[in-house]
């Protein structure tokens, strides 16, 4: 079983700063790309940031120079340091990782997601 569990969502107030992590434990052998999606209500759920292993990283355009992604591979750990918050941050934001799991039949490539944490951002 591979479980990824975000911490670090909550209140704050615009122009400030929150700092997201997320852990991923199980038997993992290896884990390829990580990032981190946000979702508001009544919205699709859009990719934030993403992160190689080879430390390549991708923003959206609303995040770039306010966000930043980072990865501790070691301890399959990513963070989303987020700074000079908008309202329009708020939404529940997910952790995303490509794991491969190695079963009896060989290696398999999933997709996982964490339960998400709430960032709310106010005026």
């Known amino acids: 079983q591979v479980q990824l569990v975000e911490s670090g969502g909550g209140l704050v107030q615009a122009g400030g700063s929150l700092r997201l992590s997320c852990d991923a434990s199980?038997?993992?052998?290896?884990?390829?790309?990580m990032g981190w999606y946000r979702q508001a209500p009544g919205k699709q759920r859009d990719v934030v940031a993403t992160?190689?292993?080879?430390?390549?990283?991708n923003y959206a355009d609303s995040v770039k120079g306010r966000f930043t992604i980072s990865r501790t591979n070691a301890k399959n750990t990513v963070y989303l340091q987020m700074n000079s918050l908008k309202p329009e941050d708020t939404a529940v934001y997910y952790c995303n990782a490509g794991i491969k799991i190695l079963s009896p039949t060989g290696l398999q490539i999933n997709t996982y997601w964490g339960q998400g944490t709430q960032v709310t951002v106010s005026s």
């Open positions: 199980g038997i993992i052998f290896s884990i390829d790309t």
């Open positions: 992160m190689t292993r080879g430390g390549m990283t």
